[in-house]
């Protein structure tokens, strides 16, 4: 069970959060403020904090300098009630890692946090889990129930950037400089071409696929969610 601190002053939202937060299978630790926030995480564990910007004694941009001058690379989200572009340029600027303003869906939010939470592990781990299907980026092995199969590394960095961010569209240019690099000499056809191994490969998967979106490029779909 991951453990995410919710910090917020207002009493009725800070209990709102910790229900829908805690209903969805979290367990939840609870601020009013910058400071008690700091003394709830120099006595627990804390995988994820969901934090507000306008709160005395120290806001949501304070906390996250401090948060990120002592090192910590813990996710943080940010809810706040200011829409400007100025804030929510100050918020990535200081360390965060997303910002969702007021009012909000909950459904929105839960997302957020489970693509924060996944990418955290995958980062810590460096391997991803789709399923059944487990893929680990320091090996480039790929495992299933039925096989293990080590992957070519172009194949296998394409194959785990796309499953990274399920549902994003990716343009052939934007694989082939990340994967390739700029300076590569191979063109996007090498993109086509890669894509179609890893299809071949993992026709038979039932955990993710890949898909052409016409006119665009790729992204990968995944069937555990």
Request: hydrophobic content about 40%; overall charge negative.
């Given at each position: 069970?991951?453990?995410?601190?919710?910090?917020?002053?207002?009493?009725?939202?800070?209990?709102?959060?910790?229900?829908?937060?805690?209903?969805?299978?979290?367990?939840?630790?609870?601020?009013?403020?910058?400071?008690?926030?700091?003394?709830?995480?120099?006595?627990?564990?804390?995988?994820?904090?969901?934090?507000?910007v306008m709160m005395p004694k120290m806001d949501g941009f304070t906390l996250t300098e401090t948060l990120r001058g002592g090192g910590s690379q813990m996710?943080?989200?940010?809810?706040?009630?200011?829409?400007?572009?100025?804030?929510?340029?100050?918020?990535?600027?200081?360390g965060i890692d997303d910002y969702l303003t007021k009012p909000f869906d909950f459904d929105v939010l839960l997302l957020r946090i489970k693509a924060l939470l996944r990418r955290s592990k995958i980062v810590t781990e460096n391997k991803l889990t789709v399923g059944g299907t487990t893929l680990d980026y320091n090996s480039y092995?790929?495992?299933?129930?039925?096989?293990e199969e080590q992957l070519p590394q172009k194949e296998f960095?394409?194959?785990?950037?796309?499953?990274?961010?399920?549902?994003?569209v990716f343009t052939r240019l934007q694989l082939m400089d990340e994967i390739w690099g700029m300076d590569a000499e191979s063109d996007e056809h090498t993109v086509n071409v890669h894509i179609n191994r890893l299809r071949t490969r993992f026709a038979d998967n039932k955990d993710f696929e890949i898909v052409t979106v016409r006119g665009l490029g790729y992204k990968a779909v995944r069937h555990d969610e």
């Amino acid at each position: 069970m991951f453990d995410i601190l919710v910090v917020e002053d207002d009493k009725n939202t800070r209990k709102l959060l910790s229900t829908v937060i805690g209903g969805a299978g979290y367990n939840v630790l609870l601020a009013q403020n910058g400071e008690q926030a700091l003394d709830v995480l120099e006595h627990n564990h804390v995988d994820l904090m969901v934090l507000d910007v306008m709160m005395p004694k120290m806001d949501g941009f304070t906390l996250t300098e401090t948060l990120r001058g002592g090192g910590s690379q813990m996710p943080i989200l940010i809810l706040s009630a200011k829409q400007n572009v100025v804030d929510i340029k100050r918020g990535f600027l200081v360390g965060i890692d997303d910002y969702l303003t007021k009012p909000f869906d909950f459904d929105v939010l839960l997302l957020r946090i489970k693509a924060l939470l996944r990418r955290s592990k995958i980062v810590t781990e460096n391997k991803l889990t789709v399923g059944g299907t487990t893929l680990d980026y320091n090996s480039y092995l790929v495992t299933t129930p039925d096989s293990e199969e080590q992957l070519p590394q172009k194949e296998f960095l394409l194959l785990f950037k796309l499953l990274s961010y399920p549902n994003v569209v990716f343009t052939r240019l934007q694989l082939m400089d990340e994967i390739w690099g700029m300076d590569a000499e191979s063109d996007e056809h090498t993109v086509n071409v890669h894509i179609n191994r890893l299809r071949t490969r993992f026709a038979d998967n039932k955990d993710f696929e890949i898909v052409t979106v016409r006119g665009l490029g790729y992204k990968a779909v995944r069937h555990d969610e």
